[in-house]
Each structure stands twice: as C-alpha cells, then as structure tokens.
C-alpha cells in the first residue's frame, strides 16, 4: 500500500466514527486505536471457532491452534526472523523483560559483574534488571544520556564496557523524548565482549518503524500487542532458539511441560517452555491480523506519514510562546513531550482534555529521567497511523484556549 | 459555621456558574491567589501520598482549634485543595473528627480532575482527620 493509504487510514478505525464528540485522540503511545480488522479477528474467535489450544484433536482446537501458530509465523516474519520458535507470546513488554531479567539472573548474571540501562528507560526497563542485581550481586549501572537532545551518550557507553558487562538493556524509542537508540552500535559493543546480551524494550518501536532483529544484532527484543494496533494483553518476547532454550522457564504447567510425575518433571522447549498455562490465543491471533495490517499499509509509509505529522507537530508547537518541546533528537519517532513555562503540567492536561486534545502528563512511568530533566512531569503528545494534520491544528487551538483560562496562574506563578 | 455548613456555601458558589469553563476558571482563580505552603514545610512528613500530583498538608493545632494549609504544584489540584482548607481549617478537633466531608459528590469533582487524583483528594481528608485523631500535629 502506499502514503495515501496511511493518510486516509483512519476511516479502518470505528472509534472515531463513534466517538465524534471525544478530544483528538494524542495517546497512542500508551495504547493504540484498533481497526475494524483486528476488532473482528478477536470475535471471530469467539463466535465461529473457540478451542482451547495444542495437544486436542478436535475441530475447534485444531482451527484455534493452527489460527494461534499461523500468528506467531506473522510475528517472526514482522521482526526479521524465520523461525516462530524464537516468538514467546507473553501479556507484554513488560511480563517479557521480566521474565528475561529473571530468568537471566538465575544462571547468566553472577555478584560483581554489571547489567547497564540507559537512563531513559521506562520504569519496566528499569525495574526488572534493579531486582535481577539485588538477587544476583551485580551492578546496575546507568549509560548517561544527552538531556538536550534525548539521545544515548555512545561514547559514555563505550567507557563503561569491561569484560564485567553482562546485559545492555536499552528502550528502542523513548516513550517520553521519542528518540531512537542506535541499536546496531550498541549491538556491536556488546557483541565485543564474551558475554554479553543486547535486551531490547521495543513497546514504542515496532508499530512505528521497521524492525529487524537480524539486521539490529540484538539478543532480544520485546513488544506489546496493544502500542501496535492489536489488542491488549498479549505481547512478545524473541530471542534466538538457542539462547531461549538456555533460560530457565519463568512459570510452570500448562504447555511448558513435557512430562510430568509426582516428584518431578521435564519442561518444553522455545517458545512453549515460556508460555505457561492457557495462552491468550484469541488476542495472539488478533495480534497477527493487527501485523498483515501493518505490512499492508507499509512499514516505511506508515514511518514516513507520522515523520510528516511529527514535523508539522514540532513545528506548530515551537511557535507557542513559553512553550519548551523536552529533546531533540536526530530522528524522532512517535512523541512529543513540553511544558509551558509557569503551567504544570497536569493543569494543561485537564484543560487540554476539555478543550479537545487528549494528551497525556506526568512521568510517564520515567520518572528518573524526569529527575534528569529537571521537570516533576512532561505534557506528552502521541501519534499513530490515523493522526493527521487536523489532529495536531486541534491540539494547537486547545492549547491556545487552555493556556488562556490558565493565565492568570501563569502571572502568579 | 460547621463543616456542613461550609459544604453548602461552597456548593452554592458553584451552582452560580452555567457553563463548565466559568467552573474550571473559579477553581483555578482560587488555586492561583491560594497562598503558597512555605517550600521549608513541603516535606515527606507534609506529603500527601496516595495523590499522583505532588501535594502537602500541614496541620497545627492551636488551643483546640485546628489549622490546615495545603498546596500542591498543579493551579487547579490547589483550587479544589483550596476547598478542602476552606472546610477545615479553623474547626475544632472534635468537628474534625466528626465531619464527613461528601461535596465531591455534589460538585462531580471527578470533572474537574481524574479519579486518581479524586483518591487522592481523599487521601487529604483522612490525613486532615489523622493528624487530629492521633494529635500528632504540632502543637503551638
């Protein structure tokens, strides 16, 4: 498909025609709208073929479960991978890099070495790998960012590598500055040591841009379903085969066993050793339609048309006086976060909200890089496939309103 | 006046507006000439959590009657927090302990902020009637 398809691509999604009276929608990098395609690929689950999925051999598990395995091919193929055994189906990026930093600290992160983060990630970037140290012993150590453009200090980066370096766990793009990490450089760092992993947290990454994690070098990568068009509550988790099949299995029953008996048991391998319990079947496969409608409109034109309303975003907002867009990134992708001088943050959110742009504020589930930036919270606006132009020109007049009812605040403050 | 008394007024007030925006400019104008809590005095101890917008209570008692200053970062979070002052402060301890405080309800305060924040509302109320309760509050 082409730019035209991504420029009238709203029209796929009912929530906009039903919604006539809501705020522009901002939001999306905290969940995306579905289309119409992937709404009926979660029904049509449960209205012509529900079936508990693998080891049954009746009609409706047969169809469910050959629905389920045809999805997670769609997933591999998405990411650059051949092989759906390297696609664990999890609730999200963030029960994904949980279970990678556990299963990490059992046998591969040992007391002295280190585990590094950026220090823009999300608090589920963030978190995990604080427990997975406490547990092990080892080091979090955090790789400086540039606060004024957003971007990961590489050279910084460089002069923390030793042979100590277990994990570099970094956020593809920053869901507060939208800045897009150089993975393949830091691919190549980490690759430069004997044993090192690269963890990608790829929640505002993949329903944005191309991704290939063959191309990027990664050792492992991780999404959501819901930040990418596809229902909530399912996400991924990929990593090589091999690397997988090393972890240690993060929950136990269900399709992760292989054999069971009263004092012990044998587990399953990649990807079923991870996928513990009755998956999330419907929604994994409503996640492979929201993936053919992605590859339909195209991943590079539905790059190329947010770059164009990023822009004209970035553009319109400069323009407000007292208004300071947080970083500026080389490239952006998907966000946009400011304050206005003598506004708090949350006051423009309300207000925004009433006059018809709804946006998010706060930390943004960050808030040590708040603490970087100096701020208590961010107004953050957001785009997807179906934002155009008459979305940010109504964000600018709800500002224009909001900063008005808000002046006599902004001369005390 | 009593704290149900003081509700009432201020429900009043705000049954005066007809349109939304005359609403949210009030609660802001209250918010904006809100005297500031001194910064000395916006610590943990003065923290109310619970609120997802940083916001400070401080309670003294001073010869049985009970004084309240809180504030918060956020113009409209002040104006309602404003409101909450405007109740408190100034009643005795016992009126303290025994007033319920209902004007979220009448006023949909949950318009006006989301209902994280509404909690957080409440999070004040029951510090307000903690710090009475345990007479913790510094006493002048």
Known sequence: ?413 | MDAAARQFEILERFRAFDHWADRYAYVIELGASHPRLPEEKCTDETRVHGCKTLAWVDVHIKDGTVRVHADSGSVIMRGVLSLIQQIFDGLSCDDVRTSTVTFYESLDIGDYIDSERTAGLSSVVRRIKQCVETNSATSV
């Not at chain 1, 995306?32 to 209205?47: A, F, G, H, I």
């Not at chain 1, 604080?130 to 200090?153: F, H, K, M, Y």
């Not at chain 1, 966000?335 to 506004?343: P, Q």
């Open chain 1, 1 to 413: 498909m082409s730019r035209e398809s991504c420029d009238t691509a709203r029209v796929m999604f009912p929530i906009f025609a039903n919604r006539p009276d809501a705020p522009v929608y901002l939001d999306s990098a905290a969940t995306t709208q579905k289309p119409s395609c992937v709404l009926d690929s979660l029904m049509r689950v449960y209205e012509h073929s529900n079936g508990n999925v693998h080891r049954c051999a009746h009609r409706f598990a047969r169809e469910c479960t050959d629905s389920l395995e045809s999805a997670r091919k769609k997933v591999a193929r998405f990411i650059g991978t051949a092989s759906p055994k390297e696609i664990v189906f999890t609730r999200g990026t963030t029960e994904s890099i949980n279970l990678l930093a556990w299963a990490l600290s059992v046998d591969s992160i040992r007391a002295g070495e280190k585990v590094l983060v950026s220090a823009l990630e999300h608090h589920s970037n963030m978190v995990p790998w604080q427990e997975a140290c406490r547990r092990t012993g080892a080091t979090l150590q955090i790789i400086p960012v540039n606060p004024s453009t957003g971007e990961i200090d590489i050279e910084a980066l460089r002069s923390m590598i030793d042979n100590s370096v277990r994990v570099i766990s970094i956020a593809h793009v920053s869901n507060v500055l939208g800045s897009i990490a150089p993975l393949r450089e830091i691919a190549d760092i980490a690759a430069s040591l004997p044993s090192c992993v690269t963890a990608v947290d790829g929640a505002q990454a993949v329903g944005h841009l191309p991704v290939n994690v063959a191309e990027l070098g990664v050792d492992y990568y991780s999404f959501s379903g819901h930040k990418m068009y596809g229902p909530n509550g399912i996400g991924v988790l990929w990593g090589r085969e091999d690397a997988l099949n090393a972890l240690p299995p993060y929950q136990f029953g269900g399709e992760m066993i292989d054999t069971v008996a009263y004092d012990t048991s044998t587990y399953n391998s990649s990807p079923f050793r991870f996928e513990a319990g009755t998956p999330d079947y419907p929604a994994a496969i409503a996640l492979g339609t929201a993936v053919d409608f992605l590859e339909d409109l195209g991943r590079e034109s539905v790059r190329e048309h947010e770059a164009e309303i990023l822009a004209y975003a970035e553009d319109r907002l400069r323009r407000i006086e007292g208004l300071q867009i947080i970083g500026h990134p080389a490239s952006r992708s998907g966000v946009i976060s400011f304050n206005v001088d003598g506004v708090h943050h949350f006051d423009l959110e309300i207000m925004l909200d009433r006059f018809g742009a709804a946006v998010r504020s706060g930390h943004h589930c960050a808030q040590p890089l708040m603490g970087l930036l100096g701020v208590e919270g961010t107004v953050r606006a957001s785009f997807g496939i179906y934002s155009n132009r008459a979305d940010v020109d109504a964000l600018i007049a709800a500002l224009g309103k909001s900063l008005a009812l808000l002046s006599c605040a902004r001369r005390t403050a």
